[in-house]
């Protein structure tokens, strides 16, 4: 059974305070590894798509990175507006297999 | 920016009652999907639809459960008979290539 343990919970930083959020995952053949962001009351937007371990990938203030068992999601410099939860999901490589299995998230808030 | 749609954006209903919730997937995507999020709890999938059939399901979806494309662009989820443990955020996605794109959501408050 594919698993996804997103860690910490809950996160608070100051605004400018840079920081990691982790996402360890287990699963039989990677087909793609996902980053979200969602919103109180909202649907989760997509942010990256990680393929492979050593892959990077860069979004304004946001760099998402996998290795074979982890991703990780550095925020450098936050501002208040970044403030939401993050989640991270992954895809089984299996033909024909497309759901995806998401962690509990990182409550990102960031304080001015 | 094209984005996935969904109405209504909150249904109350009763126990035992039928509810149908709508989506509007990106035009030209292919793949169609429900996603649901109890209160607190991870986003769980439902059900994936390709060329007019599922592809794929979980054990939540059972024959309570149903999809429906009926028409070029809308794509409908049905719940035969609510219980009150299907109260959640439902959520439709919809890809082309590997990135889903998830529309805002329908609360489901079954009473």
């Known amino acids: 059974e594919d698993q996804v343990t997103q860690s910490p919970e809950a996160l608070r930083l100051q605004e400018g305070e840079s920081s990691s959020l982790n996402c360890s995952y287990t699963?039989?053949?990677?087909?793609?590894l996902f980053w979200y962001r969602q919103d109180p009351g909202k649907g989760p937007e997509f942010l990256f798509t990680?393929?492979?371990a050593g892959e990077e990938k860069e979004k304004e203030r946001l760099k998402a990175t996998l290795t074979k068992k982890e991703s990780f999601l550095h925020i450098t410099a936050p501002k208040p507006e970044d403030s939401a939860t993050y989640l991270c999901?992954?895809?089984?490589?299996?033909?024909?297999?497309?759901?995806?299995?998401f962690g509990s998230g990182t409550r990102l808030q960031v304080q001015p | 920016e094209p984005e996935v749609t969904q109405t209504p954006s909150h249904q109350v209903t009763q126990m035992g009652q039928e509810v149908i919730l709508r989506c509007v997937p990106i035009?030209?995507?292919?793949?169609f999907y429900w996603y649901r999020q109890i209160l607190g709890q991870k986003v769980e999938f439902l059900v994936s639809?390709?060329?007019?059939?599922?592809?794929?399901k979980s054990e939540i979806f059972d024959d309570q459960f149903s999809v429906e494309r009926p028409d070029g662009s809308n794509f409908t989820l049905k719940i035969r008979s609510t219980k009150l443990e299907d109260s959640a955020m439902y959520f439709c996605?919809?890809?082309?290539?590997?990135?889903?794109?998830f529309g805002p959501g329908t609360r489901l408050t079954v009473t």
């Open positions: 639809f390709y060329n007019n059939e599922i592809s794929e």
């Open positions: 035009s030209n995507h292919l793949y």
């Open positions: 990680l393929y492979s």
């Open positions: 699963v039989s053949g990677l087909r793609g």
């Open positions: 999901a992954v895809r089984r490589s299996d033909t024909g297999r497309r759901a995806l299995t």
């Open positions: 996605a919809s890809n082309g290539a590997y990135e889903q794109y």
